[in-house]
């Protein structure tokens, strides 16, 4: 029978030498697809589109079709606002501002958007200024009649009973009236007394008294705050003068509604005690929405009774400026302020991501921020760690957070509850681009190898199985130091490559038979369009389609194989779809090479004997079996 036999082919394990290979592994692979177990030649990447910016080093599309492209590292994501009416993109610029737009902006020919604006409303900064204004009419009985009576008591007896005609001075505060006319049998120590009756429709509301040169006024808490009535002689005749009480001590508080309808966080408080006869007039100030959406109005906010709550008193947001505020209790029109922390994104931050429960995770220095559930342009969560975050990146339970010394899991389902844990792995991360989803797990480049985590667990186990923590840094050390690597999942691959260096991989890291290949093509970025299960990624300003398009030239060296006792060849058999190249090593030295047509059986030169040999593939064609023996009887028999 042959004596080298490959019907099934390995990728690379660069940890160990040529000769403990498993007998299908490979001391080279490069730019092989070993997805079927046959040797086959990774696909380059269809030309999809030529883009305005050049360098594109960020993609965002929704449908394939139409993109957004960056010269420099932006992370953008559609609304997480359910069936958003808007059709928003958010995206955080290289310089760390949070941006949005909408896809209708995006192009055919990518570019930045052409129209956005910063994520969020501008919260007020200046306190409401409150004035009272005196009502006319009571508040709660608009149609109240105000009837007056007047008599001499002396002894518990009246005299001269009346109705009193009065003259409004100051509505519900001040009128003028005159004395009733004495009787010729009313005593002359008979003090003077007024009555003030307050009716709406046959209900009474209100009776109070009060006698001339009395030392108190009269009260009444018949109406909210209460009343007193005080009778003083003017000139020429009487005043009847109401003093109202104070009904409650409010806070005021105003947001501003841009033309989304997004609102901001509150501005600073103002106090206020108005009577029971009293309107409060809130003048507001808007600030600056430059480089904002466009502000259309503000909603004004106050506490009802010993309420600690701000409630709505507008019921749509409102231009008008002062507003006038007549509410006596909360209504139907009435909502709770949820937009007390509502900050909007800090400036300055370095990585986003997409959480799945509807809201962002952004990073600057030591802290994770986050926005409030389905209202991206709200920002009042966040998490400190100890070091500096490197990267943020998603995964099936928890959000991954790498610093230089160590890494995290963030579990919970709001940003509210959210806590973190520290990983038992001392493994840092490299940058967010170094970071990926990978089926339910995250993977991470480290400067050890390639980090696993899946919920609370961290694990180099399958990076230590292809590398050393030496042969890691060799291969990819210059990539790891400028942290240029940039790490993608596609189709049960990680795809590792660079923009700077021609020095990627595609390995299979879950499932058995890992599949390390190196993967030569040096990318600017790359983009998961999961809706189409495509991956983009670009070359200049050119965009591809990942594994797709014309065959790129493979080459699989096979491992060293060690015979006890020297070992000739004279032919060999290979199954190919198209011309390949074979070269067979002899003590590590080329001893022959031939470029084949395709399938079939070929002779080779009579030559030396060795105890190590290997055999070297390259081309293009896809090889089903390679089998090579010292005679032609012994492939009878294969």
């Known amino acids: 029978m042959a004596t080298i036999v490959l019907r099934e082919f390995a990728g690379e394990v660069p940890r160990l030498e040529p000769y403990l290979l498993e007998p299908d592994a490979a ?21 999809f589109s030529t883009m305005s910016s050049n360098p594109v080093r960020s993609i965002y599309t929704r449908d394939g079709l139409y993109f957004f492209t960056w010269t420099s590292d932006t992370d953008a994501y559609q609304s997480p606002v359910i069936n958003d009416a808007y059709d928003r993109v958010y995206y955080l610029t290289a310089g760390g501002s949070l941006r949005v737009t909408t896809h209708g902006v995006a192009t055919l020919n990518g570019g930045p958007p052409n129209q956005s604006w910063l994520a969020g409303v501008p919260a007020p900064t200046v306190a409401p200024t409150l004035a009272l204004t005196t009502r006319s009419t009571l508040p709660d009985y608009p149609s109240a009649v105000f009837s007056w009576k007047g008599w001499y008591e002396f002894a518990g007896t009246r005299y001269d009973e009346t109705t009193l005609a009065t003259t409004t001075i ?8 005159a004395a009733p006319v004495k009787g010729t049998d009313t005593p002359v120590s008979a003090v003077l007394v007024v009555q003030l009756t307050i009716t709406e429709n046959s209900k009474s509301l209100l009776i109070l008294d009060s006698r001339e040169g009395q ?3 009269s009260r009444s808490t018949a109406l909210p705050g209460g009343v007193e009535l005080a009778i003083r002689k003017n000139a020429t ?6 003093t109202w009480g104070v ?22 408080a103002t106090l206020v005690s108005p009577t029971y006869i009293q309107d409060v007039q809130v003048t507001m100030a ?18 009802f009774g010993t309420t600690a709550s701000y409630l709505k008193v507008t019921v749509n947001a409102t231009t008008a400026n002062p507003y006038l505020d007549v509410a006596r209790s909360p209504t139907s ?12 994104a800090p400036t300055g931050l370095s990585g986003m991501v997409a959480m799945p429960n509807g809201y962002f995770a952004a990073y600057k220095e030591n802290a994770v921020y986050f926005s409030e559930p389905y209202r991206p342009g709200a920002w009042p969560y966040s998490l400190s760690f100890p070091k500096a975050v490197r990267g943020i990146c998603v995964g099936a339970q928890s959000l991954v957070v790498t610093t230089p010394e160590t890494c995290y899991s963030v579990f919970g389902a709001h940003p509210a509850s959210l806590q973190s844990q520290v990983l038992p792995l001392p493994q840092g991360g490299i940058a ?8 339910g797990a995250v993977a991470f480049a480290s400067p050890d190898g390639i980090v696993l985590v899946a919920g609370s667990n961290a694990s180099l186990d399958f990076s230590q199985k292809l590398f050393t923590r030496d042969k890691w840094r060799d291969r990819y050390g210059a990539s790891l130091n400028d942290a240029s690597l940039r790490l993608a999942f596609h189709d049960g691959y990680l795809i590792g490559t660079s923009y700077a260096r021609a020095a990627g991989f595609i390995v299979r890291p879950h499932g058995a038979g890992m599949a390390y290949s190196r993967y030569d093509v040096q990318m600017d970025s790359m983009f998961w369009l999961p809706s189409l299960d495509t991956l983009y990624y670009s070359v200049g300003n050119t965009i591809y389609r990942f594994r797709a398009g014309s065959v790129l030239t493979l080459d699989w060296w096979s491992r060293e194989y060690i015979f006890q006792k020297p070992a000739g060849f004279a032919v060999f058999y290979v199954r190919a779809t198209g011309s390949v190249t074979l070269t067979f090593y002899r003590e590590g030295t080329q001893f022959y090479q031939v470029t084949v047509p395709g399938t079939g059986t070929y002779r080779m030169p009579p030559g030396l004997t060795g105890l190590r040999w290997s055999v070297r593939v390259q081309g293009t064609s896809t090889v089903n079996e390679l089998l090579v023996a010292s005679s032609m009887e012994e492939l009878k028999s294969v």
Do not use: H
């Not at 005749?237 to 109401?242: E, G, P, V």
């Open 237 to 242: 005749n009487y005043t009847a003068i109401l």
């Open 215 to 217: 030392a108190t006024p």
């Open 286 to 303: 808007a600030p600056s929405f430059s480089d904002y959406r466009p502000f259309s109005g503000f909603n004004v906010y106050r506490t």
């Open 27 to 47: 001391q080279l692979a490069s730019n092989c697809d070993l997805t079927t177990g046959s040797l086959a030649p990774l696909k380059g990447g269809v030309l």
């Open 247 to 268: 009904v409650e001590t409010r806070a005021y508080v105003y947001t501003c509604v841009n033309t989304w309808l997004e609102e901001s966080a509150p501005s600073p």
């Open 170 to 177: 100051l509505p519900l505060r001040e009128y003028n009236f």
């Open 432 to 439: 967010k681009r170094s970071m990926t989803a990978a089926e």
């Open 333 to 344: 029109a009435f909502s709770a302020l949820a937009s007390q922390n509502w900050t909007v």
